[in-house]
């Protein structure tokens, strides 16, 4: 079976090089032409001329992910269980699915992973070089991809590609998962819907991005949404959204268009909602003064608990500049940020929401003061003592917020 599929894909290519056809683009055409190839290749195998192909639909689904496609890769792009796959080494691949990760059979010599690599990079315009041993780049399927090259990695390419599956648009969505309760849904689907400011926090892996896109679907239809990434991950339901992501320098050194220019350029876009992705470095500065100017916004932050987010979004925007004091940044952040949805996941691995904290706008002694709405308690989200803030945002949108926190559900 592998000599006559690797003598197919030898003369499959050799047809798309003759008729000049692009597998990158002609996919129409690359997928007649390998139909073509195979049903002649039967008839000659059935005449004893080459090697038989015992099964045809896994000869054709073998030329084209390895013409079209990702070749060995494919079929972990194609599984629906998979949330991402990373090569360490060409001989250790590894896939994750729920949050576990898992050694696959899948064994890559060191010229195809760098075949891999060249031909997921053509449709994104970015490079990989000595120059720039780092790439990240958004793939056709909507994946994002990360490579790291040597003498930045001890030997081998690292290579991670990031599926978004995409289970959850709502927060109803989040609830049918289990990652959610329905009385915190309905919180923070008023929450949203009130104009209220909220940062996403939790660890790698903890489902941030889906947290947002479901956060995203509570955002009013009329409202003119910008979104700024380093890369396209989010998937909004909004009507109307503006989508812009990070570009890298050009061969020159030039061109680069970093995040904090695009959350600059987004206030010229008359946004009601701004969404800035994941924010890293100097960005939170920009973040901030944003989300102080009065536009309703939300962003996401890697950090173990939502205490630690908030005082991780009260250090970033001292990167920004020796002019910037946490005198300034500190209660900026407490007037800023509204509330706090931390996620993470459990023992399974399975995502879920661990905490969601309020902040009040009051700033003691350099410490921003938070209470809880809710948090796990034995596995279920449980309601305490806390209060949000600005009840007269969650009045003027028409709801009645003390029995929206204190309605049972189911």
């Not at 050694?103 to 449709?123: A, F, K, N, S, Y």
């Not at 992705?277 to 920009?286: I, K, N, T």
Request: charged share 25%.
């Amino acid at each position: 079976m592998a000599d006559g599929v690797a003598l197919l894909e030898g003369e499959v290519r050799e047809l798309i090089r003759r008729r000049g056809l692009d597998p990158g683009q002609d996919h129409g055409d690359v997928q007649t032409l390998i139909s073509e190839a195979v049903a002649d290749y039967d008839d000659r195998s059935l005449q004893g001329l080459v090697p038989r192909l015992p099964d045809l639909e896994v000869a054709v689904k073998s030329v084209r992910d390895a013409i079209v496609g990702l070749g060995a890769l494919q079929q972990h792009l194609d599984d629906p269980e998979v949330e991402e796959i990373w090569i360490n080494a060409p001989g250790q691949i590894f896939v994750s699915r729920r949050g576990r990760p898992e050694l696959t059979t899948t064994i890559l010599t060191g010229e195809q992973v760098h075949d891999l690599v060249e031909r997921m990079l053509r449709t994104s315009g970015r490079r990989l070089d000595l120059s720039t041993p780092f790439v990240d780049a958004t793939l056709p399927g909507g994946e994002r991809l990360h490579v790291v090259i040597p003498d930045i990695t001890r030997r081998h390419w690292a290579v991670n590609i990031r599926k978004f599956l995409v289970r959850s648009r709502t927060l109803a969505d989040l609830v049918a998962l289990g990652s959610l309760d329905e009385r915190a849904a309905a919180f923070l689907d008023a929450a949203v819907a009130s104009g209220l400011n909220i940062l996403v926090s939790g660890t790698t892996q903890a489902g941030k991005t889906t947290m947002i896109n479901s956060l995203a679907g509570s955002i009013p239809a009329r409202e003119h949404v910008i979104t700024c990434e380093e890369v396209f991950e989010l998937q909004l339901i909004c009507r109307d959204w503006v989508a812009m992501q990070c570009r890298q320098p050009n061969l020159e050194g030039t061109g680069e268009i970093p995040l904090r220019r695009l959350v600059k350029e987004a206030l010229r876009m008359r946004p009601d909602r701004l969404i800035v992705g994941e924010v890293r470095e100097a960005e939170a500065l920009d973040m901030l003064i944003a989300l102080n100017a009065g536009i309703p916004g939300a962003c996401t932050v890697h950090a173990n608990s939502a205490r630690d987010a908030v005082v991780k979004m009260s250090t970033l925007p001292l990167l920004a500049g020796e002019n910037i004091s946490a005198q300034f940044v500190v209660p900026t952040v407490a007037a800023a940020f509204d509330l706090v949805v931390h996620l993470d996941l459990d023992r399974q691995g399975h995502r879920q929401v661990a905490e969601i904290t309020a902040l009040s706008g009051r700033v003691e002694d350099g410490i921003i003061e938070v209470s809880e709405l809710f948090d796990r308690e034995d596995g279920a989200l449980v309601r305490r003592d806390g209060q949000p803030p600005h009840p007269d945002r969650f009045a003027a949108a028409g709801y009645d917020l003390p029995a929206l926190l204190e309605r049972r559900w189911g």
